[in-house]
């Protein structure tokens, strides 16, 4: 049977999409991210496409050839050889849909054959098959990770996708022997009274030994995703939207506790994405996390000691210098430098900040969007003070 693919769209229903949507490079916090193939079947009610006017995108369609979408990705402003972290389909689609896979393996192999070192970071809860854990196991330059979401929700109306075909395909991929890639236990969007229970926790730490590291994390809730919510009937989740993950106080520390008494197997537990990324492969966290130091107390003492050792706080000149080919920064501020994090303002977007946060690996933080002690860059919904 030959490999399937999905259509091209005409360069006239390319215009016809929402601005953002037609941006198929873009930075996230956790790495440079291309997605030009859009479209998903799985109907996540919490899904991130509705904040890119592309919920009723249900079929995957691509905005143009593979070839041409990893040319605009090496040759994008933020993109560094070896140093930048990738994303690959992470906001519009699954990269292991039946029509996706063949277009997610032709980047891979295009950016391996280039000889790229950079982490590659994969999100899905898709079905995986031995073929995909031996394509992946051919890639000989890319720091490839596997990540496995998870949220153990039952309701269809929230969740059609049946969360036991991501187990499969973990375990899969995991118990896979020599394999060069590493895999993570995405265990999200974790929701209270949805799939909080003490049953889901200690499913959870069971399933935690499936993947090299775990980490957990909330909801975006963000006004469309609301809306969406409200409009179809769907229980709230909350009584207010946020800008970052929601992930309220009391649920993080239920979560710590049962994993401390968690299988002597089990994987690692990290709060953010990128720390897990880098310790599955001996790295330190290219976030710059470590300056928030109570972010670290959950983290192996090896991981520890390698963030540590990789630690420098910039200089305000480091920090113009690393900005300096980014017409955007033009007006960047530096306005306080910390063992922590470096404040900046006059950036229209988040992007470049999360180019300078990985050029630098260290946290820059957005004067008007200040990140508050012991939240960990979450949301202030579910904290105690949290106008503190
Ligand atoms: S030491 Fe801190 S910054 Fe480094 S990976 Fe662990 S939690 Fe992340």
């Not at 006239?12 to 790495?31: C, F, I, M, N, T």
């Not at 980490?215 to 809306?227: H, K, N, P, S």
């Not at 720390?275 to 520890?304: K, M, T, W």
Request: a positive charge; one cysteine or more.
């Amino acid at each position: 049977m030959s490999a399937r693919h999905v259509p091209l769209l005409s360069a006239d229903a390319v215009a016809a999409l929402p601005e953002r949507a037609r941006d198929v490079v873009e930075y996230r916090k956790s790495g440079l991210s291309l997605n030009h193939i859009q479209g998903c079947p799985l109907d996540c009610a919490y899904c991130i496409r509705h904040t890119y006017g592309l919920w009723d995108a249900r079929r995957p369609r691509a905005l143009m050839s593979d070839a041409e979408a990893v040319e605009r990705l090496v040759r994008h402003r933020y993109f560094r050889p070896h140093a930048t972290p990738l994303q690959v389909f992470n906001r519009a689609t699954d990269p292991f849909l039946p029509d996706v896979r063949e277009h997610l393996f032709a980047v891979l192999s295009d950016l391996d054959g280039r000889e790229l070192t950079n982490h590659v970071l994969v999100i899905t809860r898709a079905h995986l098959n031995v073929s995909d854990c031996e394509r992946l196991n051919a890639l000989r330059h890319l720091k490839m990770t596997l990540l496995f979401t998870y949220s153990g929700i039952d309701d269809k109306r929230i969740e059609p996708h049946p969360s036991q075909a991501v187990v499969k395909s973990m375990r899969l991929t995991t118990a896979h022997a020599s394999r060069r890639y590493r895999t993570i236990f995405y265990w999200r969007p974790l929701v209270p009274g949805l799939n909080d229970t003490a049953a889901h926790l200690a499913r959870a730490a069971v399933l935690s030994r499936w993947a090299d590291a775990t980490v957990f994390t909330g909801l975006f809730y963000r006004d469309e995703i609301a809306d969406y919510y409200r409009a179809s009937g769907l229980p709230e989740p909350y009584e207010e939207t946020a800008r970052r993950k929601i992930v309220p106080e009391t649920l993080e520390g239920r979560i710590l506790a049962r994993f401390a008494r968690r299988p002597p197997d089990a994987s690692p537990l990290f709060r953010k994405t990128s720390c897990a990324v880098s310790y599955v492969h001996g790295l330190p966290d290219y976030n710059g996390h470590y300056g928030i130091r109570e972010l670290c107390d959950i983290c192996p003492a090896a991981q520890l000691g390698r963030c540590a050792q990789a630690h420098q706080v910039p200089t305000v000149r480091q920090l113009h210098e690393a900005a300096a080919d980014l017409p955007e920064a033009a007006a960047m501020r530096v306005t306080e430098i910390t063992e922590r994090a470096a404040q900046i303002d006059g950036f229209p977007s988040e992007q470049p900040r999360y180019f300078l946060q990985h050029r630098l690996a260290f946290q820059i933080h957005d004067a008007a969007h200040p990140h508050r002690q012991r939240r960990h860059g979450r949301a202030e919904v579910g904290w105690e003070n949290a106008n503190d």
